[in-house]
C-alpha cells in the first residue's frame, strides 16, 4: 500500500490537515487508533482563536461553527474579591475568539473527510514509523487484526502526546523541555445555563477556578485540584460549592452559579512540554504530538491548528512545485510561535493557580501581575493579544 502523505492520528491536527491536503490535492491517509465514537466524545478543549475558524472555514467545516459557534469579545478575571474585564477587540486589534468545543471541531472534520476525502481508518494503531531518512519512509501498523504496511512520501505524526511517531526522530538529534505543574484541573460538564456570557478565570486563596460553557443550556467547569485527586472524591453539591467560594465578589456577597447535574467528570493533570525539532528528513510532527501546554491560556487546539495551517502550505508547495523550502523551514517556523504560547500558558497559569508551596509574598506578586492588567492598558493588551492568537506566519 502506499500514499503521498501518511497522517497519524484523527484528532484536530491529523483532521484538518487531512482536509487542507485534500483541498490542495495532495493524497493522504489518516490511521486512528481508537473508534469513531470515542474521538468524537473526547471531551477537551473549547475556545477556537480567529485564525483557527478561518482555517476550519478555509477547509470547509465551518457552516455548522458559524450557526452555533459562540463569539466573545472578551474574559472576566476574579481576584481579590473583584471582577475585572478584558476586551479583545479594542485591545488586540479586532480580534475576538469563539466557543466551539472541540467534540464538534472532530465530528464536523469526519464527516467532510468521509464524504470525499481519502481513507481515514479507525481501529488501526500505528507500530512503527521507519525510514525517516529515506525517500520513501513506512508506516507499519495493525488493522483488522493484520499487521500491515503503508509507503509514503512524508509521514506526519499527529498522535499526541503518547505518540509512537516522535520515536522515528533518532534520539540523538531530538531534545525534550519540560515543565511538570503541582496541580490538576477537574473538568465538569453541567446541564446548567452559563452564569455569565463571558468565560470567568479566578485566582482566590482556594485556587483556580474557570467558567465556560458549550451551549446556551450546558456548562463547561473546572477547578484546580491536587495532583492525583480522585473525581469521586468530588460529589456534584462539592463542586458547587467550591466553584461558588472561589467565585465570590465581594460586591455581591450572594453571586452564585446556577447549579444543575454534572454529566460528567474527570481530573486532568498539567504538563508544558516540547519536543524538538519538529521535522527529521521525511518525518514532521505537528499538535500534542510535538508540544503541550497547560490549558489555562486555552492554546493546546488552536497551536495544533497553526502547525498544520503551516505544514499544509509547506507540502502543497512541495507537491505543486518540487521545493522543499517550506517543509525545510517547518520546524523553526512553528516553534518561534509555540515557544510563545508555551510562555503564555506558563504565564496563566502561574498567575492564576494557588502552588501548594507558595509563600504568602508568591500569592501578593500574583495580585500584583492582575492588578497591571485590570489598571493598564498595555498589560492588558499583552494579555489579549496572546489569549485571541498572535499571527501564524508561514
Ligand atoms: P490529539 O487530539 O491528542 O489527537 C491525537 C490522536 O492520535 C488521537 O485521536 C489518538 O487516539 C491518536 N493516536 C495516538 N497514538 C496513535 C497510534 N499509535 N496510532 C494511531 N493513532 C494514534 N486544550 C485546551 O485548550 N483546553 C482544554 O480544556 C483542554 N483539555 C484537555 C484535556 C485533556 C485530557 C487533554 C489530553 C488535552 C486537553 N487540551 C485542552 C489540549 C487539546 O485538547 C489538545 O491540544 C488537542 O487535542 C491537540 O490535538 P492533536 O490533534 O494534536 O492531538
Ligand atoms: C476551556 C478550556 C480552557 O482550557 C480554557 O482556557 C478555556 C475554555 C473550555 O473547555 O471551554
Same mark, same amino acid.
Given at each position: 500500500e502506499q500514499t503521498t502523505v501518511a497522517i497519524v492520528g484523527a484528532g484536530p491536527a491529523g483532521l484538518l490537515l487531512a482536509r487542507l491536503l485534500h483541498n490542495a490535492g495532495v493524497d493522504c491517509v489518516v490511521l486512528e487508533s481508537r473508534d469513531r465514537a470515542y474521538v468524537e466524545r473526547r471531551q477537551r478543549a473549547g475556545i477556537l482563536e480567529q485564525a483557527t475558524v478561518d482555517a476550519l472555514r478555509a477547509a470547509g467545516a465551518g457552516e455548522r461553527l458559524d450557526r452555533e459557534g459562540i463569539p466573545h469579545d472578551g474574559i472576566e478575571l476574579r481576584f481579590g474579591g473583584r471582577s475585572h474585564r478584558v476586551d479583545f477587540p479594542s485591545l488586540a486589534g479586532g480580534r475576538r475568539v469563539m466557543v466551539y468545543a472541540q467534540t464538534e471541531v472532530v465530528k464536523d472534520l469526519i464527516a467532510l473527510q468521509l464524504a470525499d476525502g481519502g481513507p481515514l481508518l479507525f481501529d488501526t494503531e500505528v507500530r512503527e514509523v521507519t525510514g525517516a531518512d529515506t525517500e520513501r519512509p513506512v508506516v507499519r501498523y495493525v488493522h483488522e487484526g493484520r499487521e500491515r504496511s503503508l509507503s509514503c512520501s512524508y509521514v506526519v505524526g499527529?498522535?499526541?502526546? @503518547?505518540? !509512537? !511517531?516522535? #520515536? %522515528?526522530?533518532p534520539e540523538a538529534v531530538r531534545s525534550t523541555y519540560e515543565r511538570v505543574y503541582p496541580y490538576s484541573w477537574l473538568g465538569a460538564l453541567a446541564e446548567a445555563p452559563p452564569v455569565y456570557d463571558e468565560l470567568i478565570y479566578a485566582h482566590s486563596s482556594r485556587g483556580f477556578a474557570l467558567a465556560s460553557m458549550r451551549s446556551p443550556t450546558v456548562s463547561r467547569l473546572y477547578l484546580q485540584v491536587p495532583n492525583g485527586t480522585d473525581p469521586a472524591e468530588w460529589p456534584d453539591e462539592r463542586i458547587w460549592d467550591e466553584l461558588d467560594a472561589r467565585f465570590a465578589l465581594d460586591a455581591e456577597p450572594g453571586w452564585k452559579l446556577e447549579r444543575g447535574p454534572v454529566t460528567a467528570k474527570s481530573v486532568l493533570p498539567m504538563r508544558s512540554h516540547v519536543t524538538e525539532p519538529m521535522r527529521h528528513g521525511r518525518v514532521l510532527l505537528a499538535g500534542d504530538a510535538a508540544h503541550i501546554v497547560p490549558p489555562t491560556g486555552a492554546k493546546g487546539l488552536n497551536l495544533a491548528a497553526a502547525d498544520v495551517i503551516v505544514l499544509a502550505r509547506a507540502l502543497a508547495e512541495w507537491h505543486s512545485t518540487g521545493s522543499t523550502e517550506r517543509l525545510d523551514a517547518y520546524s523553526d517556523t512553528c516553534l518561534r510561535r509555540v515557544w510563545r504560547a508555551e510562555h503564555f500558558s506558563y504565564f496563566m497559569t502561574t498567575t492564576l @493557580? %494557588?502552588?501548594? %508551596? #507558595?509563600?504568602a509574598f508568591d500569592t501578593r506578586l500574583q495580585l500584583a501581575q492582575l492588578e497591571r492588567v485590570a489598571t493598564s492598558p498595555h498589560a492588558a493588551a499583552e494579555l489579549a493579544e496572546n489569549y485571541t492568537g498572535l499571527p501564524i506566519r508561514s
Open positions: 499527529c498522535d499526541g502526546f @503518547h505518540g !509512537v !511517531v516522535k #520515536q %522515528a526522530i @493557580h %494557588a502552588d501548594p %508551596a #507558595q509563600s
